[in-house]
């Protein structure tokens, strides 16, 4: 009997569409909380978050639990993108509480607040975990508003999400549509309308209790990147691991387009790459060589066509069938879509000059322009460059050579009346040597006639000899360096 057990458990390899797969997309039940979960095979999930806030049963169950419970019965069905990650029925519940797990099992490595006396840091040590919990539970929450509309089978009407559940509002049956990707990056600023719903009056109570840590919850889930602080980098390295653990999995021939999506905002999906190799260490920062560079805190440059290249590559790697061959597809997305900045003149590509003393290093880019807690948590941040990087004005650049995005200007020689001396080296001599029509030596003590400095230096001493006889241009070295340039 007990071999038999076995075998039915051992053969039995759940994976989150496995139960789920035969489902009419145009008419999906309305599942319970404890359905979804069931079917989702969310139970060990579960288990481990318990494991790691480590708290009394009856805390769990209404600080943790119950919250996870109505966000279940809230989120349904959707998937958490549409042709990316999690982009299958039932997947935004799953990186959901993925994201969870992995947030607390990070919350753990910090020692919060930072900074502060350990009597301090043991008496906040359950409160920080909570608000971690908040935060990543509401981190995606909006796309059920900013991403889908839920449509009653029977009545054909859109319902809303922030007007309860669908078990709540009594719908049976429904489908899934999708809205227009350009309220794609709302769905970041909306979790802090459904923290009531959520959360009863004592959770929130507990979580508001010390200001500091709740303005870092409500910056997160407002993505106000200056004041989300410590919770916010960790939801980050939490989202990115659910993201990066999704794609490894999902079968690549299949796709990962969710039925009926109209494919997802791809500026996203190209952020989310950058965001993946900068924590791979992919992308060499501030050196010779480097992709990236920055010299403050606020913004981040990438040179252009090698940073475009090394996402197109990660992302063919990671399965996607749909990435532009052409570079300026990409540029013009990332502009469009408000990822990178835009020159004065709405041009997606900054001509910078990077130096680094150090190394010798000297040289002009082509690049995009990202503020820099777009593509960099506080754990990735890099250290800036001591010397700054300079934007340079592309009508400021001439005669230009560009070879993988790197501009090399060549000097030129300005004609100014204070350039004599620059002249004068082509003639061997640290003075002008037209200043006046007496021979002069150089020095090396040799007559410049006697110097055989060649016939176009003789010619021009001529011409200056003849003006100086006419007493047109005595000691006048302008004109001498007019006459020159007329001559040549």
Not at 172 to 183: A, S, V
């Amino acid at each position: 009997m007990l071999n038999a057990f076995k075998k039915i458990f051992s053969d039995r390899k759940f994976t989150p569409n496995e139960d789920l797969s035969t489902l009419n997309h145009n008419k999906l039940p309305v599942f319970t909380a404890e359905q979804l979960i069931n079917k989702l095979s969310l139970h060990n999930r579960i288990r481990s978050i318990r494991r790691k806030v480590a708290i009394d049963s009856n805390r769990f169950e209404s600080m943790y639990l119950q919250p996870i419970e109505k966000f279940c019965e809230l989120a349904q069905l959707i998937p958490a993108s549409q042709a990316y990650h999690h982009a299958f029925l039932g997947g935004l519940i799953v990186h959901t509480l993925c994201v969870v797990e992995y947030a607390i099992n990070e919350r753990m490595k910090y020692t919060l607040p930072l900074a502060s006396e350990p009597e301090i840091i043991e008496a906040q040590k359950n409160l920080w975990t909570f608000a971690v919990f908040v935060a990543a539970l509401l981190h995606d929450i909006g796309k059920a508003v900013t991403m889908v509309d839920y449509v009653d089978t029977d009545s054909g009407k859109v319902i809303s999400p922030l007007a309860g559940t669908l078990v709540e509002q009594s719908i049976k049956n429904y489908k899934i549509t999708f809205k227009p990707t350009r309220y794609f990056k709302l769905h970041e600023k909306l979790g802090i309308a459904f923290i009531n719903y959520l959360f009863d009056l004592i959770a929130i109570g507990y979580l508001s209790s010390e200001l500091t840590i709740f303005s870092e919850v409500l910056g997160y889930i407002n993505n106000d990147a200056d004041n989300w602080g410590s919770i916010g980098d960790i939801i980050k390295i939490a989202d990115s691991l659910s993201t990066a653990e999704d794609l490894k999995i999902a079968p690549m021939e299949h796709g990962r387009k969710f039925t009926g999506a109209n494919l997802e905002n791809f500026g996203e999906r190209l952020m989310r790459t950058i965001r993946l190799l900068i924590n791979e260490k992919a992308l060499p920062i501030n050196r010779p060589g480097a992709v990236l560079f920055t010299s403050d805190n606020k913004f981040v440059y990438a040179v252009s066509k090698s940073l475009v290249e090394r996402v197109r590559e990660k992302m063919q790697m990671l399965g996607a069938k749909d990435i532009p061959t052409d570079n300026n597809r990409i540029f013009d997305e990332l502009q469009q879509q408000g990822f990178c900045e835009s020159t004065s003149n709405q041009e997606a590509i900054f001509n910078i000059n990077v130096k680094i003393a150090e190394a010798k290093f000297d040289q002009n880019f082509t690049c995009l322009k990202f503020q820099i807690n777009k593509i960099f948590t506080i754990n990735t941040l890099p250290t800036p460059l001591k010397e700054q990087i300079v934007e340079i004005d592309k009508k400021q650049l001439t005669q230009e050579t560009v070879t993988d995005n790197v501009v090399y200007k060549p000097e030129t020689v300005k004609n100014t009346e204070n350039q004599s001396d620059k002249i004068s080296s082509s003639f061997e001599s640290e003075n002008s040597p037209l200043e006046t029509e007496t021979e002069k030596e150089t020095p090396n003590g040799i007559s410049e006639t006697e110097n055989n400095v060649g016939s176009e230096t003789e010619t021009v001493k001529e011409a200056t000899t003849q003006k100086n006889e006419n007493n047109d241009t005595q000691d006048d070295p302008e004109k001498i360096i007019k006459l020159f340039f007329d001559w040549l």
